[in-house]
């Protein structure tokens, strides 16, 4: 009998049991339990979502949906329009997710008074207002202090208060997107954000972007915002070593930042080896120079041993550095031979490919149990005797 088959085939007290201990959903329930009222208000109770899978009149039940959202917020999405019209209904499901707002109903979102309610639980309800609401002080200062994001659904006139632009910025850099182009070319503004987040160094006016002082300040916590730098900071030394030598966690992993730096930097070999060692396949990337350098191909393999395929020519072909390749990285083993077959041919370099291979090492495995088996059994012909001894000695 299929699973399907299996759910169908359940009573009501049945479906009561496994949905009490949330082990099924009504999704495979026959119509009878899915216009049971109890067994559907006992499933939404769980999974609000189950609401979908209720009868068209259990939908209509103002209870059971009001229970569905109070559970899951984006259930409101299975109700019947004069349900998600009902403004305790919205309100609860937007409470339980502020997601919710997107299937209010548009007579709902019409009056004021549930509007600023609702900009209080999820300021960006603003999207789905008119513009007599967005132009609404009241409404609007709510929605902003809830979220900062709501600015970019505010009218020009409040995109350009400085006050108000200042006070979004400071606590959520990116809205600086949505400030008007005079306050992006204000530095108080624009310090603010780029310090509260890195990357909204984008959003600035250009000649932000070409301030060193202000940009190396950003990419020395967001290493990765030096993408949005003006060009000849790019290839700014002192720039690119503050970025690639960013916080990882802020944006700043080095590999990420090598991406933007300019291409006369990228041959540097103390900005290379940063790079590599975040992500040694940027190897690929390095000049002729830098892939035929034995440290820094080296330190590329020690992060990923498939870097070994961009290392320089000469390198390749040097058994030297095959040998101590494979002991920086032992898991080149499995294919140093298809990439440098030449090399490998030296005696030297099978002596240690035979070392670090799996045969080799399951052989010194059994090697050392064969070895400890008899170093057991010695002890035990040591104890053995003594054990003789001391009977013989104990004898009158």
């Known amino acids: 009998m299929s699973l399907v088959a299996a ?23 026959l119509p009878e339990i899915r216009s049971d009222r109890k067994v559907v208000l006992e499933a939404v109770m769980r999974f609000g979502s189950d609401l979908q899978y209720a009868s068209h009149e259990l939908r209509n039940d103002r209870e059971i949906v009001l229970v569905a959202v109070e559970q899951d917020g984006l259930a409101l999405k299975y109700a019947p329009l004069d349900l998600r019209a009902d403004r305790e209904i919205a309100l609860t499901a937007m409470k339980s997710d502020k997601g919710a707002v ?55 006139n409040i995109r350009a208060n400085r006050g108000i632009v200042l006070k979004c910025v400071t606590g959520a850099g990116w809205t600086l997107e949505f400030a008007s182009t005079k306050l992006r070319a204000d530095r108080e503004i624009v310090a603010a954000a780029v310090m509260q987040w890195g990357w909204a160094l984008e959003f600035a006016a250009p000649e932000f972007r070409a301030d060193k ?45 090598f991406n933007w730096i300019s291409d006369e930097l990228c ?78 041919c030296e005696s030297g370099v ?3 490919l035979w070392e670090y291979s799996d045969d080799a090492k399951a052989m010194r495995k059994e090697e050392a149990r064969i070895s400890d088996l008899m170093a057991r059994e010695t002890y035990k012909g040591e104890e053995l005797s003594a054990m003789g001894s001391g009977r013989r000695m104990a004898s009158p």
């Not at 915002?225 to 030394?237: F, H």
């Not at 961009?310 to 040097?318: C, R, S």
């Open 7 to 29: 759910d169908e085939c359940l009573d009501r007290n049945e479906w009561l049991a496994k949905i009490c201990r949330r082990l099924w959903s009504l999704s495979n329930a």
């Open 102 to 156: 997107k299937f209010v109903a548009p007579d709902l979102l019409a009056r004021r008074g549930f509007v600023l309610e609702a900009v209080k639980l999820n300021g960006l309800t603003l999207e789905y207002t008119g513009a007599d609401f967005r132009a609404d002080r009241e409404i609007l200062f709510a929605a902003i202090n809830e979220n900062a994001e709501a600015l970019q659904y505010a009218p020009p």
């Open 213 to 257: 002082k202000l940009v190396l300040e950003v990419v020395r916590r967001c290493g990765g915002a030096i993408q949005y730098a003006a060009p000849t900071l790019q290839a700014d030394r002192e720039v690119a070593w503050a970025a690639m030598n960013a916080p990882v966690m802020s944006g700043g992993a080095a590999d990420f930042a």
């Open 267 to 344: 041959a540097d070999r103390e900005i290379a080896l940063i790079a590599i060692k975040h992500d040694g396949m940027w190897l690929e990337h390095l000049t002729p120079e830098l892939r035929n350098d034995r440290k820094v191909a080296m330190e590329a393999i020690k992060q990923n041993g498939r870097a070994l395929e961009f290392a320089g020519p000469v390198l390749l072909e040097d058994p030297g550095f095959i040998v101590d390749a494979i002991k920086q990285n032992p898991a080149i083993v499995e294919f140093v031979e298809e990439i440098a077959s030449g090399a490998c």
């Open 350 to 352: 099978q002596e240690v």
